[in-house]
């Protein structure tokens, strides 16, 4: 059986290998963890959907996820196995050897895999975020009979299977990738961890290690495929800023997929958002499900008719759920100036692209001057008015019945002529600066060596009610 793996560079462009970074394809623990989420509160992580994760998290804290793209270690004679081995120890492969972030080397069946085929070619793709050059790559594979379930992954279980000097980046949606034309060796099924060494060669010896838990699927295990249901009963029809959920749960309830599809203006019609998903699913999770339409033995999505779709799972047990989370309720304000004149009209316009229920308040100075109810339906648009008869400083709040609340304030200033609301612009009054004072009466800055006080302390220089105001400013009437 041919053990090597087939190396295919897709990119030869000349330019800097990029440095830093995780594997995305087939995806490393720590990407899985991160993109899954839940991690930020409550802080008992509960609210992480997958168990392997959760338990990391419990381990590790968010640490491993939010540094995804430092899973490194530095070793000076780098070229040298047994020195690698002495700082990246046994039982700490999946964490570069920090135990900082150890939950990553912590055994569990939970650990999402990547489905993947012996003997056929996949693409290999690696998320890079800085720049290093040069560099070079080791491919290991977990020998038969590891079991990540059971035990945490050791220099014995692997063997190196693939190497690449030098790589190029390509571009992807905008982001830096290498990518490669791997092929696992053939005979091989079953669970395992493709284990990727990205190595510097520089003083520092840094090094990048990553986990990618992997099924391999042989031709001597086919899979009898159970009818799960149809995806959907009707389309949800969902808007840009919503998130598709997809979930598959096991005999014991144990999530094993979760994957979350952002709908945007490009792909919220049924049949695109319907496309990504199943392309995601198929690729990433086909030893557990497939999404499509079963004709004989072969299972393929139909993106014409979205709804003749089904789920197909590998285990009659299995269970699955998708969910529409709506994007939160959202509502913008235009037309609002920072200053006006006693006897303006404040004239607004209120709009939201998904809907908002709740109330817009207009206070001066503290007092709720008016309360206006609000109910908008999404892209709905909505004008408001208000004659600011009397001055001073205004306040607006737009409080949503889902606890979301937004604050603004403006100026209302006396109609006539002067440079500020005092203290509007201290520190750069001089002598014949006018204001206006806090009685609405206008004052006029004192002439050299006085004006210099206008800029001071409003407690005691402020028109009319500083202790020594006199001092700064002449009233005018």
């Not at 038969?144 to 190497?163: C, K, R, V, Y």
């Not at 390509?170 to 005979?187: D, F, Q």
């Not at 295990?221 to 840009?240: C, E, H, I, R, S």
């Not at 206006?372 to 208000?386: K, R, V």
Request: aromatic share 12%; glycine share 10%; with cysteine.
């Amino acid at each position: 059986m041919k053990r090597l793996l087939s190396l295919a560079l897709l990119c030869l462009l000349p330019a800097l290998a990029q440095g830093h970074g995780w594997v995305s394809y087939p995806k490393a623990r720590q990407a899985i963890c991160h993109d899954d989420g839940g991690y930020w509160s409550p802080p008992d992580g509960s609210a992480i959907p997958n168990a392997a994760c959760r338990a990391a998290f419990v381990q590790s804290g968010a640490y491993p996820f939010t540094q995804l793209n430092e899973l490194s270690a530095n070793v000076a004679q780098y070229w040298d196995l047994a020195a690698v081995q002495a700082v990246v120890k046994d039982g700490s492969l999946c964490s570069a050897g920090d135990s900082a972030k150890a939950g990553l080397d912590l055994p569990s069946g939970h650990w999402q895999k990547t489905s993947l085929a012996a003997g056929q070619a996949f693409d290999y793709l690696f998320r890079a975020t800085a720049t290093h050059n040069p560099s070079y790559w080791q491919f290991y594979l977990s020998k038969p009979g590891f079991n990540a379930a059971q035990q945490p992954l050791t220099w014995a279980d692997l063997e190196l299977i693939g190497e690449a000097d030098n790589l190029s980046p390509v571009t992807l949606g905008g982001e830096k990738y290498y990518r490669l034309s791997l092929t696992l060796p053939a005979g091989r099924s079953g669970g395992a961890v493709l284990y990727t060494r990205w190595q510097r060669d520089d003083a520092a010896g840094e090094g990048f290690y990553n986990c990618s838990d992997i099924q391999i699927l042989g031709e001597d295990n086919p899979v009898t495929w159970t009818d799960g249901g149809y995806l959907l009963a009707q389309d949800p029809a969902p808007g840009p800023g919503d998130v598709i959920w997809f979930r598959l749960f096991d005999h014991d309830g144990a999530e094993l997929v979760f994957e979350k599809l952002a709908i945007t203006q490009a792909n919220q019609a049924l049949a695109s958002w319907t496309a990504e998903l199943a392309q995601r699913l198929n690729g990433g999770f086909g030893q557990w499900l497939k999404l499509g339409v079963k004709e004989g033995e072969d299972i393929r999505f139909d993106s014409a008719q979205p709804l003749a779709n089904k789920v197909w799972l590998s285990d009659g047990a299995f269970s699955h759920a998708l969910d529409l989370k709506k994007a939160p309720a959202s509502v913008t304000l235009s037309g609002l100036a920072s200053q006006y004149q006693q006897g303006d009209n404040l004239a607004l316009t209120l709009a939201s692209s998904n809907g908002w229920q709740g109330q817009l308040l207009l206070s001066r100075d503290g007092s709720i001057l008016a309360q206006w109810p609000l109910s908008l339906t999404a892209g709905a648009s909505l004008d408001q008015a208000y004659l600011l008869a009397e001055t001073g400083q205004y306040q607006l709040s737009l409080q949503g019945e889902g606890g979301d609340s937004q604050q603004w304030t403006f100026i209302v200033q006396a109609s006539g002529d002067y440079d500020y609301v005092y203290p509007q612009g201290l520190g750069s009054y001089q002598a014949g600066t006018l204001v206006l004072g806090s009685d609405n009466k206008r004052y006029q800055c004192k002439p050299f060596p006085f004006s210099g006080w206008c800029n001071l302390a409003p407690d005691y220089y402020g028109p009319p009610d500083g202790s020594a105001w006199q001092d700064a400013w002449t009233p005018l009437e």
